[in-house]
């Protein structure tokens, strides 16, 4: 097409013509590893983000006046044990406790938190009082199940020395 | 009757503009990837439902190992080095302008204040595999407390994360959290990966 004809128009004992060489490459292979590498950056740059959630945590109060009233029959303890373990407890009217170990299971503490939304509505306080031998993941699940309930008060406290009593004293009566 | 032969077509496309158009997306995605940078530590963080995007910008990250180690990341390279010369300052230890750099090239970091000097006077291969205890934030000996102070100093309206792996025992958690309240920091973020929402509710 756009070579320069020389010569006198093909006539015998012309100058040699030089052979051409077509230019086309097979690109198969190469469009083939370009879209393999495509799509590992396109997973490698989406699927690595994490989430995150806020979370906060009330300035420790020194004077006991200062503490926010709460029914105690609107609340309910949560004790994070060792082992993946749960113990709740809900404040009875005379001051009396029932203390139970449940787990994370779908049967388990979400089935209380459920009960216990249906029976005081809105009001519902949770109170999560994670032990010291209790995993960190304990407490993004227990969190996260407040979450998926639609629970929005809770508050974190350390677990006092009574109730560390109280679990061993419930684990020492399944023993 | 001869047959009728029917006319070969080339099957052989014309792929350079699949080509061009798959290397410049490649280039794009090469270039929008940011490199992970090797942590001293695994860490396998638990999962919740949250969907909020967690996004390094203006935060320092609080990890803790599932070996119960502290370590502290600061995304921000300009941040790094500002920590750097307001530590040394505030806590009177010296370091030179090689140490500081050091510094500067650490995105994250856990070991006690005279580890961390020793650490980077170090080359960068040996700074790789040099043994990182956790930084100290029990009540005896707060360094994580200063390094925030120092963080927050610098830049007050800095957010912190806290990232925890699975493992983690609630204790040390716990020091994390009561180390942010002496310093009036009642809000903070949690990472989490993705969990889908149980729908038989």
Known sequence: MAEINTGDGGGKGGKKRSKKVSTKVDMT????????????????????KQQKFDFGVPPDIKDPKELPELKASNA?????????????????????????????????????????????????????????????????????????LGIGKKAMVEATPDDVKLVQAENASVN | MSKVKTKRHSISLDMTAMCD?????????????????????????PSSISTDKYEEKNLIRISISGDDRIFLTVPDQTLRREMIDAYANTFKVNLTNEQKMAFELTETFGMQKSDLISYLAQSAEVRKKFPQSGIPADS????????????????????IAIKGDKDANYSKFGEVIATLKKRRIYAFSLVTSLEAKPANL
């Open chain 2, 140 to 159: 005896t000996n707060n360094e994580l407390e200063q390094w925030i102070a120092t963080a927050t100093g610098v830049r007050p309206e800095l957010t």
């Open chain 1, 29 to 48: 292979p190469m469009v083939d590893l370009a879209f393999l590498l495509i799509t590992f950056f396109m997973l490698a740059t989406t699927l690595t």
């Open chain 1, 76 to 148: 309910i303890t949560v004790i994070l044990g060792k082992d993946n373990l749960v113990y709740w407890y809900v404040m009875n009217q005379d001051g009396s406790t029932d203390f139970h170990e449940t787990d994370f299971s779908d049967d388990g503490i979400r089935a209380t938190l459920l009960e216990r939304k249906k029976a005081v509505g809105e009001n519902l306080n949770v109170i999560i009082k994670p032990m010291k031998d209790s995993k960190y993941k304990n407490l993004i699940d227990i969190i996260d199940e407040l979450a998926i």
């Open chain 2, 21 to 45: 158009m798959a290397f410049l997306l490649l280039t794009f995605f090469i270039l929008t990837a940011k490199m992970k940078v090797p942590e001293p530590a695994q860490f396998d963080v």
